[in-house]
């Protein structure tokens, strides 16, 4: 079964991304100039740095979230077939490298977003969020139906500023 992945979401969100970066760097350029004619220079300097720390996390959580979250999936009897759409590669997952799959749920924007974490027997994981699936349901069963172990939900604990503590790591 192929995942129905929406590539409109995956590559809206490149864009926007190409897009807020320059903006970015430019208000950092610029912003101090046009303020410190009306602030004194520790007022500019404290501002540049709480607006450049502001973005700077918004750009990271941004490029992460795009690059983390890239992968479609297919799924075959006793194999997973993710392919990564920055390089193009497919990578074939057999039943014996894959642990299992969890669901979990995050907050996304006072939203409750689902995904898939896909558990590989090296220790890596695999994220597939609901939104760039429009099947996500049925790849749930799917890969119950092929022989995947489901591990069952995990709540999203923060760890640290963007990561997370994952339940059946280990």
């Known amino acids: 079964m192929h995942g129905k992945f929406n590539y409109f979401v995956f590559f809206l969100r490149i864009i926007f991304w190409v897009i807020f970066l320059p903006c970015s760097i430019a208000a950092i350029i610029f912003c101090p100039e046009e303020s410190r004619s009306h602030h004194d220079l520790w007022g ?30 297919r799924i075959e009897e006793g194999r997973i077939i993710v392919t990564d759409l920055f390089t ?14 969890s ?24 994220e597939f969020p609901q939104f760039l699936f429009f099947n996500f349901k049925r790849l749930t069963q799917a890969l119950q139906e092929n022989g ?20 059946f790591d280990g």
């Open 103 to 126: 669901l979990s749920e995050y907050p996304l924007r006072g939203l409750k977003v689902k995904s898939i974490l896909l558990y590989l027997d090296n220790g890596q994981k695999i």
């Open 44 to 73: 500019v300097i404290a501002m540049t740095f709480a607006f450049f720390l502001l973005l700077f996390y918004f750009n990271f959580k941004i490029g992460r979230a795009i690059w983390t979250e890239r992968f479609t999936m």
């Open 88 to 101: 193009f590669r497919k990578r074939v997952f057999q039943a014996a490298d894959i642990k299992g799959f």
């Open 148 to 167: 995947f172990k489901f591990l069952g939900e995990e709540p999203y604990v923060w760890k640290w500023v963007d990561s997370r503590y994952y339940k």
